[in-house]
């Protein structure tokens, strides 16, 4: 590979990555029904025809911002030092960091309640499902190590009580948007703590 062809590539990935930034903002900002390409490309400074070089389609454009967010949540839930923690604390941990997360990036609730994704694009909604059902994997697998190390109760259910916890979150996130953000999100974390993990640890 010759340094005009590292160049190129280097550029396009930079190109790539401020849409998906600027898919992002508007997002937040305005919702998704006001992401299409014409608002995309006119916030990133570029023609149309520039921004289906990048992304075919609007879908894609969600695709990816749907596979960033992904990235971003595993760096940090690896950052959270999880092995140092009891199974217990792990969950909490990671309850308190994900409202935390979600706070940062107020677009993802809207993408999550979005139009495009309860009755429409199935590219965007077939990723965001794959996205939703891997972290509740890994909360199932929390409280799966938990019930095995004697922490949390044998007789519930891990993957059915972590779709509860993140339903639980995600309607924390709804009345948060809903409210304008008149609402710390993250200081929501110990009354869902209290709810859920506490009523699930082992009493002596």
Known sequence: MDAMTHKKRKS?????????????????????????TRSLSRAVGIAQPTLFLHFGTKSHVLV????????NLQKEMAALGLDHLAPIDRLKTVIRAHLNFI???PGI???L????????DPLFRDRMNVL??????????????????????????PQQCACILIAAVQGLAFRWILSGHRFELAEQADALIATFI????VRN
Not at 12 to 36: F, N
């Open 109 to 111: 609730p809207r993408l």
């Open 113 to 120: 309640f979005s139009e495009a994704l309860q009755s429409g």
């Open 132 to 157: 939703v059902l891997n972290f509740l994997q890994f909360i199932a697998g929390l409280i799966a190590t938990g019930q095995a190390q004697g922490q949390i109760r044998p007789d519930i259910v």
């Open 64 to 71: 990816a911002l749907v596979d960033t967010i992904q990235e």
């Open 103 to 105: 706070q940062k990036q």
């Open 198 to 201: 506490d009523g699930w640890a």
């Open 12 to 36: 396009a990935e930079v190109r790539r990555h401020d849409i998906v930034e600027a898919a992002m903002a508007i997002i937040r900002d305005e919702g998704v029904a006001k992401l299409t």
